[in-house]
């Protein structure tokens, strides 16, 4: 099984280097396919607009990558805030995104719900975010993109938490259940998963092919960190998606800016993992 | 035994960040503060490269509950702003926001606005940074000039940046960009993770000290006073040696906090409220 081609890059943890740099790597390391995340200063993603993304293409092209994935970073945005300038924000900034993605020839944006008040009902919260979704789910069609609702860190781990509701596989479910759109999938975070003592038995149970990308990072209750350095089985968990059946793509982003000194090294560990741990998933 | 004043308190609400702008303000009532430094994060206030949210709201909901913003900080390098951003296109949208800021702070009838130098690429020249930065910052200075308000920069730790990360730069940023409006700050726990302690910001800018943020560092967190290894006592003695009567805001940014910020006000509060010479 070709494991190699379905592994992302990312530009996420380069964040504090030159795009220019970011893609010296990725042509070192081997990688073809990116989950690109449109932040500053590699490229202008905002609610007002986006930079032209002619010369990112460019780019992208030269240096051999094929964009699989878009992950806007969340910055203030939020799917679940309450109407308001925020709100108006977020569903102008995730359009943008779109956008994005579709002119830099990829077919889906990976979205969750950060940012939520934890002061505010979960009931009101879980409808807002529906609705958010439901406005932007039109958009995606019209661009022939599907959104990936990823679960985002909730109570287990209150360093990082994100939001009080979309954290498990069950609340995911539903919603893409409430929502029944054909532009509507899901992406699988391990660390996160991991977090709220789900498996990827439970998400697969659940979700099934409508999980159409895995974040499979390392991690602990801190946040993600690179393959060896969290409490993870990450070799145990590749075998657990070659058990389910999981054919697509596989994204190595660490959220987070613990690697933003050294950004290829998390790269690196996976690679060597993978590339050592023998089975189907040899390099 | 020196003490501090009711009035020199300031809360933030950066650690408020997972709740709503009320449930930030009614906390601050309820614990008898009565002047915040306003930090413009979601969901609390939407500032952005093209203006602000309407203030008419706000500012009765500040009415309501007797509180004043006396200092404006905009978030940089969380967002898409910081105060050296390499591609110049960002870098106009950089300063449109930052300009915004400077503004709301006029509208707000706050005196200043906390700024920093943001950082430059790991591996760029060190002098194509520094002076996008201090180039920056100065035409910041003019915009605040002209609305009749101060900019007071703070250090960042070296992890955050690699401008403006220990005193020595500090003094020499301050120096290049010599402008009236330019203030500085210290922010303990960016000093204390330097290790420098707070007379050697006194000593280098005497009365352009005019803000800080005062938490209880270790030194690197952003902790409330109780949490870090801070002696209280000989910092506001310090202070007191060196006439400083300005503001002690109270910037809990520290995650830690961020799961029940009231209960870390309320035991932040406690330590401090044993120095105060009034009652809160």
Same mark, same amino acid.
């Given at each position: 099984?070709?494991?190699?081609?379905?592994?992302?890059?990312?530009?996420?943890?380069?964040?504090?280097?030159?795009?220019?740099?970011?893609?010296?790597?990725?042509?070192?390391?081997?990688?073809?396919?990116?989950?690109?995340?449109?932040?500053?200063?590699?490229?202008?993603?905002?609610?007002?607009?986006?930079?032209?993304?002619?010369?990112?293409?460019?780019?992208?092209?030269?240096?051999?990558?094929?964009?699989?994935?878009?992950?806007?970073?969340?910055?203030?945005?939020?799917?679940?805030?309450?109407?308001?300038?925020?709100?108006?924000?977020?569903?102008?900034?995730?359009?943008?995104?779109?956008?994005?993605?579709?002119?830099?020839?990829?077919?889906?944006?990976?979205?969750?719900?950060?940012?939520?008040?934890?002061?505010?009902?979960?009931?009101?919260?879980?409808?807002?975010?529906?609705?958010?979704?439901?406005?932007?789910?039109?958009?995606?069609?019209?661009?022939?993109?599907?959104?990936?609702?990823?679960?985002?860190?909730?109570?287990?781990?209150?360093?990082?938490?994100?939001?009080?509701?979309?954290?498990?596989?069950?609340?995911?479910?539903?919603?893409?259940?409430?929502?029944? *759109?054909?532009?509507?999938?899901?992406?699988?975070?391990?660390?996160?998963?991991?977090?709220?003592?789900?498996?990827?038995?439970?998400?697969?149970?659940?979700?099934?092919?409508?999980?159409?990308?895995?974040?499979?990072?390392?991690?602990?209750? *801190?946040?993600?960190?690179?393959?060896?350095?969290?409490?993870?089985?990450?070799?145990?968990?590749?075998?657990?998606?070659?058990?389910?059946?999981?054919?697509?793509?596989?994204?190595?982003?660490?959220?987070?800016?613990?690697?933003?000194?050294?950004?290829?090294?998390?790269?690196?560990?996976?690679?060597?993992?993978?590339?050592?741990?023998?089975?189907?998933?040899?390099? | 035994?020196?003490?501090?004043?009711?009035?020199?308190?300031?809360?933030?609400?950066?650690?408020?960040?997972?709740?709503?702008?009320?449930?930030?303000?009614?906390?601050?009532?309820?614990?008898?503060?009565?002047?915040?430094?306003?930090?413009?994060?979601?969901?609390?206030?939407?500032?952005?490269? @093209?203006?602000?949210?309407?203030?008419?709201?706000?500012?009765?909901?500040?009415?309501?509950?007797?509180?004043?913003?006396?200092?404006?900080?905009?978030?940089?390098?969380?967002?898409?702003?910081?105060?050296?951003?390499?591609?110049?296109?960002?870098? +106009?949208?950089?300063?449109?926001?930052?300009?915004?800021?400077?503004?709301?702070?006029?509208?707000?009838?706050?005196?200043?606005?906390?700024?920093?130098?943001?950082?430059?690429?790991?591996?760029?020249?060190?002098?194509?940074?520094?002076?996008?930065?201090?180039?920056?910052?100065?035409?910041?200075?003019?915009?605040?000039?002209?609305?009749?308000?101060?900019?007071?920069?703070?250090?960042? =730790?070296?992890?955050?940046?690699?401008?403006?990360?220990?005193? @020595?730069?500090?003094?020499?940023?301050?120096?290049?960009?010599?402008?009236?409006?330019?203030?500085?700050?210290?922010?303990?726990?960016?000093?204390?993770?330097?290790? +420098?302690?707070?007379?050697?910001?006194? +000593?280098?800018?005497?009365?352009?000290?005019?803000?800080?943020?005062?938490?209880?560092?270790?030194?690197?967190?952003?902790?409330?006073?109780?949490?870090?290894?801070?002696?209280?006592?000989?910092?506001?003695?310090?202070?007191?040696?060196?006439?400083?009567?300005?503001?002690?805001?109270? @910037?809990?940014?520290?995650?830690?906090?961020?799961?029940?910020?009231?209960?870390?006000?309320?035991?932040?509060?406690?330590?401090?409220? =044993?120095?105060?010479?009034? @009652?809160?």
């Amino acid at each position: 099984m070709d494991v190699r081609g379905r592994l992302l890059g990312s530009n996420g943890q380069y964040s504090r280097y030159p795009m220019a740099y970011f893609l010296a790597e990725m042509e070192r390391l081997g990688f073809h396919g990116l989950d690109f995340v449109p932040q500053t200063p590699h490229f202008w993603c905002a609610h007002t607009g986006i930079e032209e993304p002619g010369r990112l293409k460019a780019a992208l092209d030269e240096a051999g990558l094929q964009l699989a994935t878009l992950t806007p970073p969340h910055y203030r945005y939020s799917i679940t805030a309450v109407k308001g300038c925020q709100r108006e924000a977020t569903f102008r900034y995730y359009q943008n995104a779109i956008t994005l993605a579709h002119a830099l020839g990829g077919d889906r944006v990976v979205l969750g719900a950060a940012g939520a008040c934890w002061d505010l009902d979960g009931a009101q919260l879980h409808r807002q975010a529906v609705s958010m979704l439901r406005s932007l789910c039109s958009a995606a069609e019209e661009a022939e993109i599907t959104l990936l609702l990823c679960p985002v860190m909730g109570s287990d781990t209150p360093l990082i938490a994100q939001s009080p509701i979309l954290g498990r596989a069950a609340e995911i479910a539903s919603v893409l259940e409430e929502l029944s *759109h054909p532009r509507l999938g899901a992406a699988l975070d391990t660390n996160v998963m991991s977090a709220c003592g789900e498996t990827i038995g439970d998400w697969f149970g659940l979700l099934g092919d409508q999980i159409a990308l895995v974040c499979l990072t390392d991690g602990n209750y *801190h946040g993600w960190r690179a393959w060896g350095d969290g409490c993870l089985p990450m070799m145990n968990y590749l075998e657990e998606l070659e058990a389910v059946g999981y054919l697509g793509d596989i994204s190595l982003r660490v959220p987070g800016d613990h690697y933003v000194e050294s950004p290829a090294y998390p790269d690196e560990r996976a690679l060597r993992a993978i590339s050592e741990g023998g089975g189907v998933w040899q390099t | 035994m020196a003490n501090l004043k009711r009035s020199q308190l300031v809360a933030m609400n950066q650690h408020y960040q997972r709740f709503s702008l009320d449930y930030f303000l009614d906390c601050q009532q309820k614990l008898g503060i009565k002047k915040i430094e306003l930090w413009c994060g979601a969901a609390h206030f939407w500032l952005d490269h @093209e203006g602000f949210e309407n203030t008419a709201t706000f500012k009765r909901k500040l009415r309501d509950r007797d509180l004043q913003v006396v200092s404006i900080t905009a978030p940089s390098i969380a967002y898409q702003y910081q105060y050296a951003m390499q591609e110049p296109a960002h870098l +106009e949208y950089s300063y449109q926001y930052f300009s915004h800021s400077i503004r709301l702070a006029a509208e707000l009838e706050a005196d200043r606005v906390v700024v920093n130098s943001g950082w430059g690429y790991r591996n760029e020249e060190a002098a194509a940074m520094w002076s996008r930065c201090r180039d920056h910052l100065g035409r910041l200075c003019h915009m605040a000039q002209q609305y009749d308000v101060l900019l007071v920069m703070e250090s960042l =730790r070296d992890d955050e940046s690699n401008l403006v990360y220990n005193l @020595e730069r500090a003094k020499r940023m301050y120096r290049e960009i010599n402008h009236p409006n330019l203030k500085m700050m210290a922010d303990n726990i960016a000093t204390g993770a330097a290790g +420098e302690a707070l007379s050697d910001w006194f +000593e280098a800018f005497g009365e352009d000290l005019i803000h800080m943020h005062f938490l209880d560092g270790d030194p690197w967190l952003h902790n409330i006073w109780g949490d870090g290894n801070t002696a209280l006592e000989e910092q506001i003695q310090m202070m007191s040696d060196h006439h400083y009567t300005g503001y002690l805001v109270q @910037e809990v940014a520290d995650e830690h906090y961020f799961t029940d910020p009231y209960a870390a006000d309320i035991k932040n509060y406690r330590v401090l409220k =044993r120095f105060l010479e009034d @009652e809160m």
